[in-house]
C-alpha cells in the first residue's frame, strides 16, 4: 500500500482518468458532407449517449474538411449504437459510413511510402534519347 497521501491520491487519479479512456468508444465517421459541423456531428451522436469529443479531419494546406471526423462517446454501448443507428443514414446530403474506429497504423519517415518513392520529372527516356 502507497503511505503517501499525496502520492497515493494522484495515482488514484491517474488510474481513473486511465479507466475512464479505456471505456470510451471512438468511432469513425466517413463520406461527410463538406457543410458538416462538429456541432451538427455532435448532434446527431448525442441521441445515443453522452459524447465526449468531436473531430472533423481537415487538410493542413486549405483548412478545408477531408471528409472524414473521428467521434468519441462515453462507453461501448452508447457507442455501438450510434453505430449501428447511423451507419448508412442521411446527415447533410450524405448517406454517413460509420464504424469503430481502428487503431492507427504506424507510419515510416522520411516521407516515403514502404513501397519506395518514384520520382517521374528527373528521369531520361528509356531508349537513351534527348528532349530538345
Known amino acids: 500500500m502507497i503511505g503517501n497521501p499525496v ?3 494522484q495515482l488514484g487519479s491517474e488510474i481513473g482518468q486511465f479507466a475512464q479512456l479505456m471505456m470510451n468508444m471512438r468511432i469513425y465517421v466517413g463520406n ?3 457543410k458538416t459541423t ?3 456531428l455532435e448532434n446527431a451522436f448525442a441521441r445515443f449517449g453522452q459524447v465526449t ?3 472533423i479531419m481537415q487538410d493542413r494546406e486549405t483548412g478545408r474538411s477531408r471528409g472524414f471526423a473521428f467521434v468519441t462517446m462515453a462507453n461501448p454501448s452508447e457507442g455501438q449504437a450510434a453505430v449501428e443507428g447511423l451507419n448508412g443514414r442521411e446527415l447533410d446530403g450524405r448517406n454517413l459510413t460509420v464504424n469503430e474506429a ?3 497504423e504506424e507510419r515510416f519517415g522520411g516521407g516515403e511510402s514502404s513501397g519506395g518513392s518514384r ?3 528527373s ?3 528509356s531508349y537513351g534519347g534527348r528532349r530538345g
Open 102 to 104: 481502428r487503431p492507427r
Open 38 to 40: 462538429e456541432h451538427g
Open 123 to 125: 528521369r531520361r527516356s
Open 119 to 121: 520520382s517521374y520529372g
Open 53 to 55: 469529443d468531436v473531430k
Open 7 to 9: 502520492v497515493r491520491e
Open 32 to 34: 461527410l458532407s463538406f
